[in-house]
């Protein structure tokens, strides 16, 4: 079992930077794809960011492609997103996600959640 905690969220304006971490227990994120999701008000959760372990290949959603970044740290099993020029737009709850194996970035190939955490962007 993997439990995944989500953390730096907050209150930022537009054309301000955030790192969110997610840090992983239970397993280590060496092997395991892992991805961020988020999920605005009125509207369905997500893909955002990926990395697959296994060769380390990142793939972005269009619109954060060039202005977020996904990263690790094996020794701390985290993986970071780190958010550049934020958008009202990016606006929503943001949930690390982990599967045993990647197969795609959807939410149902998704195996551990976290809770999330809220970043509102302020225009």
């Known amino acids: 079992q993997v439990q995944l905690v989500e953390s730096g969220g907050g209150l930022v304006q537009a054309g301000d930077s955030l790192i969110l971490s997610c840090v992983a227990s239970g397993r280590t994120f060496r092997t395991l794809p892992a991805g961020w999701f988020r999920q605005a008000p009125g509207k369905e959760r997500e893909f955002v960011a990926g990395?697959?372990?296994?060769?380390?290949?990142?793939t972005y959603k269009a619109s954060v492609k060039g202005r977020f970044t996904i990263s690790r740290d094996t020794a701390k099993n985290t993986v970071y997103l780190h958010m550049n020029s934020l958008k009202s737009e990016d606006t929503a709850v943001y949930y690390c996600?982990?599967?045993?194996?990647?197969?795609?970035?959807?939410?149902?190939?998704?195996?551990?959640w976290g809770k999330g955490t809220l970043v509102t962007v302020s225009s």
């Open positions: 996600a982990a599967a045993e194996q990647w197969t795609s970035w959807t939410g149902s190939a998704m195996a551990y």
């Open positions: 990395i697959r372990y296994s060769d380390g290949v990142t």
